[in-house]
């Protein structure tokens, strides 16, 4: 059971926007930012999304992350068959650790 | 080229120990807390613990499921970060990753090392 908790699955056909919530609690999300990684199948994952809503080098601006309270969504436009992977959200809490989400597969159909 | 590559891992018995290196290259080691994220077969990415870099006092936070289990250290002059697990468990079975943390983030990882805790 994930501290943070994600859709299992989610889908869009291609071109679609998509979005992938992720909840928490206040001693989380509510007090940290949020992070994003997705991993492709059979490799490590990457950073996608820092401090909420930013960017690394290098990741498309079809990606984007939002926060309000104790949730957060990560959005997925025009979306592509290599975005075909799994997601995962993080936030720092509060008792001195780091808590993932549990995942959502993302399939593009 | 930024790189974090990790060793160390194998088959192992329960309740046996197990140490994990990771060795990085491309950036000044010592500037950067480092940290260890776990993937069993299958599941969902789980922190280990993380250690913070000496100009924050290298100290280290870890995650209940570990903790008094296994210890994270660095030696900063060999660009090595290190996991020590002990009292090894089947639930432990899992890639281990290595991360940089930069700006709160887990913004490098390496390639990861397979653990499986099996008699």
């Known amino acids: 059971q994930s501290v943070l908790t994600q859709p299992p699955s989610a889908s869009g056909t291609p071109g679609q926007r998509v979005t992938i919530s992720c909840s928490g609690s206040?001693?989380?999300?509510?007090?940290?930012?949020v992070y994003w990684y997705q991993q492709l199948p059979g490799t490590a994952p990457k950073l996608l999304i820092y401090r909420n809503n930013q960017r690394p080098s290098g990741v498309p601006d079809r990606f984007s992350g939002s926060k309000s309270g104790t949730s957060a969504s990560l959005a997925i436009s025009g979306l592509r068959s290599e975005d075909e992977a799994d997601y995962y959200c993080?936030?720092?809490?509060?008792?001195?650790?780091?808590?993932f989400g549990g995942g959502t597969k993302l399939t593009v159909l | 080229e930024v790189q974090l590559v990790e060793s160390g891992g194998g088959l192992v018995q329960p309740g046996r120990s197990l140490r994990l290196s990771c060795t990085a290259s491309g950036f000044t080691f010592g500037d950067y807390a480092m940290s260890w994220v776990r993937q069993a077969p299958g599941k969902g990415l789980e922190w280990v613990g993380f250690?913070?870099?000496?100009?924050?006092?290298?100290?280290?936070e870890y995650a209940a499921s570990v903790k008094g289990r296994f210890t994270i250290s660095r030696d900063d002059s060999k660009s090595i970060a290190y996991l020590q697990m002990n009292s090894l468990k089947t639930e432990d079975t899992a890639v281990y990753y290595c991360?940089?943390?930069?700006?709160?983030?887990?913004?490098?990882w390496g390639q990861g090392t397979m653990v499986t805790v099996s008699s």
């Open positions: 993080a936030a720092w809490d509060d008792s001195l650790s780091w808590v």
């Open positions: 206040s001693s989380n999300i509510g007090s940290n930012y």
């Open positions: 250690i913070r870099s000496k100009a924050y006092g290298g100290t280290t």
């Open positions: 991360t940089r943390i930069t700006r709160d983030a887990f913004d490098i």
